[in-house]
């Protein structure tokens, strides 16, 4: 059994010098060498908005971006709070320089370790993390240890704690991401998004100085240090969403130094004006620690901004508060100061004299305040490609979207920019693309103020031209002011959004091709581990009888298949999508209903019951393990259906459908994985050519195209043992069937005289193959 590391105490205070290729740090006996086998664990981490111009202070270099010291901290399986094992710095990475990102790359020379549930990075801080470690008792629970990891301000020349932001030593911008894993397994991708811990507040004057002419800005009783990490669970250290998504306050450490509410403490930067025109943007100078939301009956002691300048040739304090919607003060929301968010505060206009004195000017309320203000507030996380015009920039999720045909869609598209003034999308070409709209089914939309809250596309079904293998493509350009920026939409046969595989288990994750030359690896034809409908565990697609501890492969780490046993009484215990496992179907009915798509807070799985959707689990969406890069899900029937439909040769099957379940279990543990050829299997898609069938299956299958092959199945009424391998092929659809109470679900069948669609009791075990979740 492998020792748990017991800190990085005073006896390991010097640096060990590893054989781990680019690695320094306190180790345990399962991570103190290379991997036997020669492979490697390639990690990236993926760094928000990084691609948002920065500013006059910070920029170059990668600015906001940088990275310059990574630590690495590897967590165990205990409950209900995991423990640090390992400790590791990382000393050999590479940093995108420019483009599209500044991902970071490396790679770990790791031996497997089951162990190992989750992986947690901070960037930028490691004399924060070697001060957290040493004051951290052995086995520390994960909650202490992101307790223990705060980072601090000093005083700097002028007595304030301003964030140093001068090139080219200033300090870079601590960040924070963790990863759950099942494990490490050499091989295998990993993929960290980080977030910044720091808020950004942006000025800018657009009042001409002949009426306000701004000269200082204030930044008023603010904290000089923060937790690295976000808010997390204090009993069981997992992070929390909240505060973020519901205007509560973040986690704030104490003591947090928050500095008192006078002139002489405050940060003060000089703002440049001229006498008889606007003011620029200031950006990129103010940086500041997380702070709760301001409370009205004591505002002099909330975070604020207090400005001075000078209106109609004379000095005055204005307060301006962070505030969530604007006008009476009946209407304000308060807002907290939160880490990788942006805070873009614009004055819009000067209607009467401010305060005399700073203090005075403190005491009140910036809601009431004659200088009228705008804050913009931009979330960095998803913003992943910018445009940028010198002064203001504007960010899309993304410039391709790929549709299927066949398909109707009413999609959010996200859109963010500083720039105050109109901005219009409009459909190119409008009229030869009827098919793609925006909201109220209008080639053309516009507003004021765009900033995230996303832009609806109406997206028409299109036929497949000729037989599929053509695109038809259609642009939105979006313009505010001088910038300018296009997203193109897609239609594409339905094939290209399948998996290129069936779901198998590599290297200790479940995992499936995504491209061609995933295939290389995991070809099209790998039967596949089998799920019940709506099961996290991954059954092996070989072996009878059925036994749990052996042919349950895969599992959250709480579950115990020994305690399950064999027979029908044992694999009624595998948890699945049923009421016997508290999962609720949808009240909607149709081919098209997605049974997964509003389940556990919008996931589409849970992990402590063991009940969702396996694609969405294994993918990079929302709380997903990301072992597979991209958003992913079970398809639909009708899906399903529209794979069959736009198949334009029906006759393309490859192999006998002779049953090789006898064969397969004479070696069943060499199987386990779902790694068996079942020699037979159809062709489907829309590029299917008459020669597809003929060419060897083994191959790597055209675009357009999907192998489904004939993988069998494990079903109840023989206690779980499996039939049908090479014979038949079954995969779940991700709509239930309305009737018998809902108990049973659609799924695609294969046989050797053709492709049918047929229902199922969710207690049957069948291969998945997934779909994109576009």
């Not at 306190?26 to 928000?48: A, N, Q, R, T, Y």
């Not at 999907?706 to 039939?723: E, H, I, K, T, W």
Request: aromatic content about 10%; glycine content about 10%; hydrophobic content about 35%.
């Amino acid at each position: 059994m492998m020792k748990r590391f017991r800190g990085c105490s005073k006896r390991f205070s010097l640096i060990m010098a590893l054989l781990l290729s680019g690695l320094a740090g306190c180790v345990h006996d399962k991570l103190d060498g290379p991997d036997p086998s020669g492979k490697v664990m390639d990690i990236e981490l993926v760094i928000p908005g990084f691609e948002i111009p920065l500013t006059r202070s910070i920029e170059g270099d990668k600015g906001e971006a940088a990275v310059r010291a990574i630590d690495l901290l590897f967590f165990d399986r205990s409950t209900p709070s995991a423990k640090l094992l390992q400790h590791l710095s990382v000393i050999d990475f590479k940093q995108e320089p420019a483009g599209s990102d500044y991902k970071v790359k490396f790679s770990l020379n790791l031996a497997k370790d089951d162990q190992v549930s989750l992986i947690a990075v901070v960037v930028n801080a490691s004399d924060a993390v070697e001060r957290a470690l040493a004051g951290s008792p052995a086995d520390a629970e994960k909650q202490e240890l992101l307790k223990a990891l705060t980072f601090s301000t000093s005083k700097d020349k002028d007595d304030t704690y301003k964030w140093n932001v001068n090139p080219p030593g200033y300090t870079p911008v601590p960040m924070y991401g963790e990863m759950a894993m099942e494990g490490v397994v050499p091989g295998y991708l990993v993929s960290v998004s980080l977030t910044r811990m720091l808020a950004r507040v942006d000025v800018e004057n657009k009042v001409s100085g002949e009426v306000f002419q701004l000269e200082e800005i204030f930044l008023v009783n603010y904290n000089t240090s923060g937790y690295i990490a976000p808010k997390w669970d204090e009993t069981t250290g997992v992070l929390v969403p909240d505060p973020y998504t519901a205007n509560k306050n973040p986690m704030i450490p104490v003591p947090s130094g928050k500095q008192p509410g006078t002139e002489e403490v405050a940060m003060k930067y000089g703002y440049k004006q001229a006498a008889n025109a606007p003011g620029a943007l200031m950006a990129g100078k103010i940086y500041t620690y997380e702070a709760v939301k301001n409370v009205a009956a004591d505002p002099k002691n909330g975070v604020c901004l207090v400005v001075k300048g000078k209106y109609r040739g004379e000095d005055y304090y204005y307060r301006v508060d962070f505030t969530r919607t604007a006008g009476e003060a009946a209407d304000v929301v308060c807002m907290p100061l939160y880490r990788n968010h942006k805070y873009v505060v614009t004055i819009t206009d000067a209607e009467g004299i401010g305060y005399k004195t700073f203090k005075e000017a403190l005491h009140a309320s910036g809601v009431l305040s004659n200088l009228k203000t705008s804050i913009l507030i931009v979330n960095l996380e998803g913003i992943n490609h910018i445009v940028y015009d010198g002064q203001f920039f504007m960010g899309v999720e993304r410039r391709t979207l790929d549709l299927p045909y066949g398909i109707s869609r009413q999609l959010t598209y996200r859109v963010s920019s500083d720039y105050h003034g109109a901005w219009e999308a409009r459909v190119i070409d409008s009229d030869a693309n009827t098919w793609l709209r925006l909201a109220g089914g209008q080639p053309v939309t516009n507003g004021t103020d765009i900033n995230g809250s996303g832009l609806e596309l109406v997206i028409s079904s299109v036929f497949s031209p000729g037989g599929g293998r053509d695109y038809v493509t259609g642009q939105i350009e979006f313009t505010a002011g001088r910038l300018r920026d296009t997203l193109t939409v897609r239609r594409v046969p339905i094939a290209e959004m399948f998996a290129r595989s069936n779901v198998v288990l590599n290297s200790g994750v479940l995992t499936f091709a995504v491209t061609a030359e995933n295939n290389r690896e995991i070809p099209a034809w790998s039967q596949g581990v089998f799920f019940k409908w709506g099961s996290l565990v991954a059954l092996a697609p070989a072996g009878n009888p059925y036994d749990p501890e052996v042919q349950a492969v895969y599992y959250p780490s709480h579950l115990n298949p020994s305690d399950w046993k064999g027979g029908l009484a044992g694999w009624d215990k595998i948890p699945y999508a049923h009421s016997n496992f508290n999962f609720s179907m949808p009240s909607a009915t149709g081919e098209d209903v997605d049974a997964f798509e509003e389940y556990s807070g919008n996931t589409g799985f849970s992990e402590s019951a063991g009940v969702g959707d396996i694609c969405r689990y294994i993918s990079s969406g929302p709380g997903g393990k990301g072992w597979v890069e991209g958003k992913w899900r079970l398809p639909t029937n009708a899906e399903l259906e529209l794979l069959y439909e736009e198949t334009g040769i029906k006759t393309v099957s490859m192999g006998g459908f002779v049953n090789l379940t006898a064969e397969l279990n004479r070696d069943a543990g060499n199987y386990l994985h779902g790694n068996f050829d079942s020699e037979s299997g159809w062709f489907l898609g829309a590029n299917v050519a008459g020669t597809t069938a003929t060419s060897d299956h083994r191959a790597v299958p055209p675009s357009g195209t999907v192998f489904l092959p004939a993988s069998g199945q494990r079903y109840p009424d023989g206690n779980g043992d499996v039939v049908h391998v090479g014979a038949y092929g079954y995969y779940w659809a991700s709509t239930p069937y309305p009737v018998n109470g809902g108990y049973i679900t659609d799924y695609l069948f294969i046989y050797k005289s053709g492709v049918d669609f047929n229902a199922a009791d969710r207690s049957y075990a069948f291969p998945v193959r997934c779909i994109k979740d576009y």
